[in-house]
């Protein structure tokens, strides 16, 4: 099996690597029908870093104060990809003076020279229409005072992409790199001239796509909110990019947007931000009410489950829950064991999260990342709700497909004159222990107090059966589990009441106040937010009740309330 998957890999990459030489060959074009305006958000603080020789991608950090890009050792795979995929020209062009403009300008006319005729490691179809999308954007920062025979150059590398794209983009991998493939080659049939002959194409191929990966309710095989964002930013980029060009984008294209808006729109907290499940993470900055914006439409919220998530708010509060079973199969390479976790945000204030994604840290933190123990649910102790395949444990890279993952998984969502309810559960201990994880929330109507009750128990006769065999093994001193809830590192957290309860003050000025029934064991004890961007992971604690399940169910109960709420005066506006 993986001897044939290398193979196949190779297979790939030397068919890439063909076409993009043969691409070489064609006629190239020779100007702008049209030019897309700018719609890509970047950082002007990564911006800055680059001007000044910080080089940071994939959780590496380089410096390097003179020469090319292009030169930098590579520390890892993602590092050349990220590089490769020329998105810092949208930092650089947040930055937009001439320090930027000549890094950007000499940075891509390099890439030219060293790679123009089809060599190197950006030849594939995602990165390659990823840069394509960057290089039209970005064209009048990047040819402002350069030379005719420099211009000329230019065109010709974007012809012999599009070229490349337009007979490769079907090998991208299906989801998030096909569209930005597809998207790309959009852009491009678009933008250049003699190069229009692809626009049709193209666009039928990213509606078919629409079709294929984008399901009934708006979301992805993935269940990444931040993956599905970037697809439902890449499909509103080709549906303004055809309007402006005088074309109509078609229905299915357009029907994809108005489903994925509701979506996304359920998987936003209070704060703007995205829900941290699968692999993703909160979003760029901007992003999301930038393709909001830019999709129209009228303003809907996804109501039930929306990708699997269930959302609860109320007041300054959002609560999004991971309440449908976890991806499989290759769309599960990047998923978690996040089965029945939550998120919650106050107002401006994430106050509950999941740890993350840890790939850009190393295979040890993306393993870790990836664990039941990593979010804030319940994890019976040295186990996870779903497993890795073999093949991740072999690597021990933490990569590799989710396996053993709960089968039966339910949520019931009700709203009264009370406020909101969620009744939630999933089968993913069965196999090991016998055990079924239900967890019960209750939002009041002013947002102000979250009830819930965790239960891990035994519910048929066969699981009783093989919890009684797993008790033998322990020895009957029951079956060990942890109820977790990680805070935001920005939570300043302490024990209160003689330990019988935690306080946790946001920089809005809210208290919050945690307190659980006394059936488990409480403590504060240190976490980590793992952010992408960062160097490092972020210190940051966890509240921790734990217990053991002897009877054939455990049951704990727990409150978050607030103690004390914003002052109405004053706007939480301070990071």
Not at 164 to 177: D, E, H, I, K, V
Not at 179 to 201: N, Q, S
Request: proline residues 5%.
């Amino acid at each position: 099996m993986a001897r044939s998957a290398t193979a196949a890999r190779l297979s790939v990459g030397f068919a890439d690597r063909f076409h993009a030489r043969l691409a070489a060959l064609a006629r190239p074009a020779t100007g702008f029908v049209s030019q897309p305006e700018p719609k890509s958000i970047g950082s002007f603080a990564r911006g800055r870093q680059l001007t000044g020789g910080n080089f940071l991608f994939a959780g590496f950090l380089i410096e390097s104060k003179s020469g090319s890009i292009w030169d930098l050792p590579i520390p890892d795979p993602r590092f050349e990809e990220a590089i490769q995929g020329c998105a810092w020209l949208d930092d650089l062009a947040s930055v937009a003076d001439a320090p930027a403009r000549q890094r950007a300008q000499d940075w891509v006319f390099d890439w030219i020279r060293r790679h123009g005729l089809g060599s190197g490691p950006g030849w594939t179809p995602d990165l390659t229409g990823r840069r394509l999308i960057r290089w039209i954007n970005h064209a009048i920062m990047l040819l402002n005072g350069r030379s005719r025979a420099e211009s000329d150059a230019y065109f010709r590398c974007l012809g012999r992409q599009t070229i490349f794209l337009s007979r490769r983009w079907s090998a991208a991998a299906p989801g998030l790199p096909r569209f930005e493939a597809l998207t790309g080659l959009v852009y491009a049939g678009l933008a250049l001239t003699g190069m229009e002959r692809h626009v049709i194409p193209a666009s039928e191929a990213l509606a078919a796509e629409c079709a294929r990966e984008i399901d009934a309710e708006g979301g992805i095989p993935t269940r990444n909110p931040e993956e599905l964002l970037e697809v439902f930013t890449l499909l509103t980029w080709a549906a303004m990019a055809l309007r402006e060009a005088g074309r109509a984008p078609l229905r299915t294209h357009l029907e994809a947007i108005d489903r994925v808006a509701p979506t996304l729109r359920a998987l936003r907290h209070a704060d703007g931000g995205l829900a941290r499940f699968h692999g993703g993470g909160r979003g760029l900055e901007g992003r999301l009410e930038q393709a909001l914006a830019a999709a129209g439409g009228r303003a809907l919220t996804a109501h039930g489950l929306a990708m699997g998530y269930a959302r609860l708010a109320a007041g300054r509060t959002t609560i999004i829950v991971d309440a449908a079973q976890p991806p499989t199969g290759k769309a599960s390479a990047n998923a978690h064991a996040s089965t029945l976790a939550l998120e919650l945000t106050s107002g401006r204030r994430p106050l509950l999260v999941n740890c993350g994604s840890g790939a850009s840290f190393g295979p040890d933190w993306r393993r870790a990342g990836r664990a039941t123990a990593s979010h804030s649910t319940l994890a019976v102790q040295g186990y996870s709700s779903s497993r890795l395949s073999a093949t991740g444990f072999i690597l021990g890279n933490g990569r590799g497909e989710l396996a053993d993952a709960p089968d039966q998984v339910w949520a019931q969502p009700e709203t009264d004159a009370n406020g909101q309810r969620l009744m939630t559960g999933h089968n993913g201990y069965v196999p090991t222990h016998g055990l079924t994880h239900i967890r019960e929330l209750s939002l009041t109507l002013d947002g102000r107090a979250l009830t819930g009750q965790d239960t891990l128990g035994a519910m048929t006769v066969a699981d009783r059966r093989r919890f009684e065999t797993i008790m033998a093994r322990y020895k009957h001193q029951g079956v060990a589990f942890d109820l977790r809830f990680h805070l935001h590192p920005d939570v300043d957290a302490t024990l209160d009441l003689g330990g019988s309860a935690v306080s946790m003050a946001l920089k809005s000025g809210e208290i919050w106040v945690f307190r659980h029934d006394g059936t488990a064991e409480l403590d504060l004890v240190p976490s980590v937010y793992l952010e992408s961007g960062r160097l490092k992971p972020r210190a940051t604690r966890q509240i921790v009740l734990s217990a053991r399940v002897v009877e054939y169910a455990c049951q704990l109960g727990w409150t978050l309330a607030k103690a004390q709420d914003t002052p109405a005066a004053i706007r939480d506006t301070d990071d």
